[in-house]
Structures are given as structure tokens and as C-alpha cells.
């Protein structure tokens, strides 16, 4: 079964702190995704990236920053967080090729900005 | 981009009972999935359906791709189906970003 570990469930931070959200795939996906969901808004895309040192912009970028060193890892940088980034942030992965692009989930890290 | 609908919006259930909860989406797509995401809040994978029918158990769906809709078919409904199930499509010639719907949110009571 695919893996994807997210490193915390649940995290409380002080306003303006770094914050590092980390994922790891063990199924050597390509693709790999962040999303926030908040009540009555759903899930929506933060980042994604389809390869190691590549990133794109999903819908709400704006104040959030990524890194993919290697293939299995990717991770959230809130640069200096705000208590609107309080969240539950989603990772997930999925193979690259589009026919069978099935989406896999971390358990999630419930992020609150105090 | 793309629009996904899901309806309805909540459902209560008793225990054993059927339930079709529906995704409408306004483009054409390679790629559909349905979520179900525990109370617990981890998101589980339950169908990658772009296009006719599959069934796991309990749980079917068909997609009817020229019409733009999905149904999830819930059958002898048990109180560990509850939770929020989730829709998400992604349009025809579009880069690897699935766009997600709301939410059915589902309570199976006793």
C-alpha cells in the first residue's frame, strides 16, 4: 500500500514563526501536493510538484513557499505565519502518468496559529 | 477552471439504508476520484472512475463522462461510512491538478 507520512499531527505556533510541514512518499510517485481544507471551503491547492527541484503554484500560494530536495519528500514553509494559516494541511502523491493518476493522502497536520 | 458540484450537501441515514450521493463537473475530463475522509480526517481513495462503472464491496460508482456527472451508490449503509465524501475532477488537457467539490457530508446513526 502507498505510504504518505506527514510528520505531525497536530502543531501550535506563535505568530510570525518559520513553520516546516513535512511528507514523505515511499512509492516513488512523481507528483506530490499540498492543499488546506477549511470548514465549508473544501480542499484547496496550495503547491504541487511533478519532479525533484520542480514546483507550480496552485490556487492560494500566497504566503506559503516549497521544497523538494528528492523524490519522496516534500515540504510547506509557512515563512512567517498568521493566524489565517490556521488549518488542517493536506499532503498526498500520485504517479505522473495521467491515465492512472490515482491520488494518495497523509493523515493530515492540524495546524493552529495562536 | 473547471467546476465540481457535489449534492447533496449533508445526508442522515439509518443504518441499512441505500444512499447515491452525485458530482456534477462542467468540462470534459481524463480523471475523476472519490474520497471518503473519516471523522479521524484522513482522506482514503475510493474510486478512480473517469468513465463507467466499478464496485468495491458495499460502495459503487459509474460515470457518465458525456453527460458530466458521477454517482456513488452507498448500499446497506453502516455507521462507519460516515464521514465527508469527496469528488474531484480534472479537465481534459489540464496540468496534474485535481479540483475537489465540497462535500457530502454522510451520518449513519442506529
Known amino acids: 500500500d502507498v505510504k504518505v507520512t506527514q510528520s505531525s499531527r497536530y502543531l501550535v505556533k506563535r505568530t510570525g514563526e518559520k513553520v516546516f510541514l513535512e511528507c514523505v512518499q515511499d512509492?516513488?510517485?512523481?507528483?506530490m501536493f499540498w492543499y488546506r481544507q477549511d470548514p465549508g471551503l473544501g480542499l484547496r491547492l496550495i503547491y504541487f510538484?511533478?519532479?525533484?527541484?520542480?514546483?507550480e503554484k496552485g490556487d492560494i500560494p500566497e504566503g506559503y513557499s516549497v521544497s523538494r530536495e528528492k523524490k519522496e519528500r516534500f515540504s510547506l514553509i509557512l515563512e512567517s505565519a498568521s493566524t489565517n494559516q490556521t488549518s488542517m494541511y493536506l499532503c498526498?502523491?500520485?504517479?505522473?502518468?495521467?491515465?492512472?493518476?490515482?491520488?494518495?493522502f497523509g493523515s493530515g497536520t492540524q495546524l493552529s496559529v495562536l | 477552471g473547471i467546476q465540481v458540484e457535489q449534492s447533496p450537501p449533508d445526508l442522515i441515514l439509518q443504518e441499512g439504508a441505500n444512499s447515491t450521493l452525485r458530482c456534477n463537473f462542467s468540462?470534459?475530463?481524463?480523471?475523476l476520484q472519490w474520497f471518503h475522509q473519516n471523522p479521524w480526517g484522513q482522506l482514503i481513495n475510493l474510486f478512480y472512475?473517469?468513465?463507467g462503472t466499478k464496485q468495491n464491496g458495499r460502495l459503487s460508482a459509474t460515470t457518465v463522462a458525456t453527460e458530466r456527472y458521477s454517482l456513488l451508490y452507498i448500499s446497506s449503509s453502516q455507521t462507519t461510512d460516515s464521514g465527508v465524501y469527496f469528488c474531484?475532477?480534472?479537465?481534459?488537457?489540464?496540468?496534474?491538478?485535481?479540483?475537489f467539490g465540497t462535500g457530502t457530508r454522510l451520518q449513519v446513526t442506529l
Open positions: 474531484a475532477a480534472l479537465a481534459t488537457g489540464t496540468a496534474s491538478k485535481l479540483t
Open positions: 472512475i473517469p468513465s
Open positions: 510538484s511533478y519532479d525533484v527541484k520542480m514546483k
Open positions: 498526498a502523491s500520485s504517479r505522473l502518468d495521467r491515465a492512472n493518476e490515482k491520488l494518495f
Open positions: 468540462d470534459s475530463v481524463n480523471n
Open positions: 512509492m516513488d510517485h512523481e507528483n
